[in-house]
């Protein structure tokens, strides 16, 4: 397993309300991201944009990573890349947007799927007023 701190990032805040609620449980990527992603992976779910300020939605582990081509993908992929896709077409063009380019469904993506890793709150002592000094 590889060390540091891995990101998976999100350019578009319309996926901050889908990741929170748990609606967006993986990611399709352009190419071939086995050698960056590995299942068991701790990563940190962001949205932000390139060279700018991100927010950190929530720490995640790597539940599969599978590479196949556009064409091969299942509707499961799709809806949960994006739940409100269910067709290749919609995906193919949302590729398209993202990547600024034209694809084909001969391309090779990596579906990378994952969960949210739930962090228990924190231990308070007291009844949470400010202490005082007596």
């Known amino acids: ?14 996926f901050v309300d889908q990741l929170k609620r748990g609606r967006k449980t993986a990611t399709i990527r352009l190419g071939d991201k086995a050698a ?7 990563v940190w779910i962001t949205v932000g944009f390139r ?11 790597i539940d599969d990573v599978e ?7 299942s509707p499961r992929d799709i809806e949960h890349d994006n739940p409100e896709f269910r067709r290749l077409e919609d995906e ?5 947007q993202i990547y600024g380019r034209s694809i084909s469904t001969d391309d090779i993506v990596t579906v990378i799927r994952f969960s949210q ?7 308070h002592f007291g009844n949470g007023e400010t202490p005082s000094h007596n």
């Open 1 to 14: 397993m590889r060390g540091g701190i891995y990101v998976l990032n999100f350019y578009s805040t319309i």
């Open 36 to 42: 960056k992603y590995e299942r068991g992976q701790v």
């Open 51 to 61: 060279h700018s300020p991100r927010e950190k939605i929530f720490a995640a582990v």
């Open 67 to 73: 590479v196949k081509r556009i064409a091969d993908l």
């Open 92 to 96: 193919v063009k949302f590729l398209e």
């Open 117 to 123: 890793i739930i962090e228990p709150p924190g231990v």
